[in-house]
């Protein structure tokens, strides 16, 4: 079930609606994004169906399955790019593709791109796309946060961008629009933030496998980024 609470903050108490009416929702709904572009709300669910709900805050919102042929388990995520076109999507199951991304999303059936690329088989929590370098985008995992700079390959190439965080499974990111500020959350170590950058950060300095943007020693090799 998805519900619409209105009337949050002001006076003469919440209103509560529900809006899953449609028979499009045939499983429990595991990520939920309101896109900033406009009226419409993504709702991904266990099976691994992605729908498209315009206007959820009228009677009778219009429902569409813009589901990707390829999509198997679990979505963990759903998240915008520059546009309301851009739309990326994760699982965070084991033994399917967890990164997929559309460049024509707001269209009655996207197509869908498989950016998985190297990244090993392991459960994807979150993702977000750099604002101000659509080839950089990170990912929440199991593992920590993983990177990549060449994103708009047709298969990226991910590392470990972990600065100080280590393994630790990653819940969901949040960024701060007026400067760029990323905020982790994580599973049991808190909080961690970092900052996007404009620049072009696929090198590698020290030749440790660790790009200098998230190397806490770029200068120094050390891949296990213990002090």
């Known amino acids: 079930i998805i519900r619409r609470y209105s009337n949050l903050k002001g006076p003469g ?31 991904g669910t266990r099976n691994g169906r992605l729908l498209r709900i315009t206007n959820p805050d009228v009677s009778f919102p219009s429902w569409a399955d ?13 998240e915008f790019g520059a546009t309301e076109n851009d739309i990326f999507v994760t699982f965070h199951n084991y033994g ?26 392991l459960p994807v929590k979150a993702i977000l796309m ?54 982790a959350s994580t599973y049991g170590r808190g909080m961690f933030t970092g900052v996007f950058s404009a620049e072009d950060d696929n090198i590698d300095s020290d030749g440790d496998g660790i790009l200098d943007n998230v190397d806490n020693c770029p200068d120094t090799a050390n891949a296990d980024q213990a002090d």
Request: a negative charge; aromatic letters at 8%.
């Open 130 to 183: 750099n604002p101000l370098n659509s080839n950089q985008v990170i990912l929440g995992t199991d593992i920590g946060v993983w990177g990549t700079s060449n994103f708009n390959d047709a298969s990226p190439t991910w590392s470990q961008s972990q600065n100080g965080m280590k393994d630790v499974q990653i819940t969901s990111f949040d960024l701060r629009i007026s400067d760029n500020t990323v905020l």
């Open 13 to 43: 108490g919440v209103s509560r609606a529900d809006i899953s009416s449609s028979t499009l929702l045939t499983n429990r709904p595991t990520a939920l994004k309101v896109s900033p572009f406009g009226k419409t709300l993504y709702a």
């Open 96 to 121: 399917t593709t967890s990164v997929w991304y559309t460049n024509n999303g707001n269209s009655a059936t996207p197509t869908w791109q498989n950016k998985e690329g190297d990244l090993p088989d």
């Open 66 to 78: 813009i589901t990707g042929p390829g999509f198997l388990g679990s979505i963990s995520d759903v």
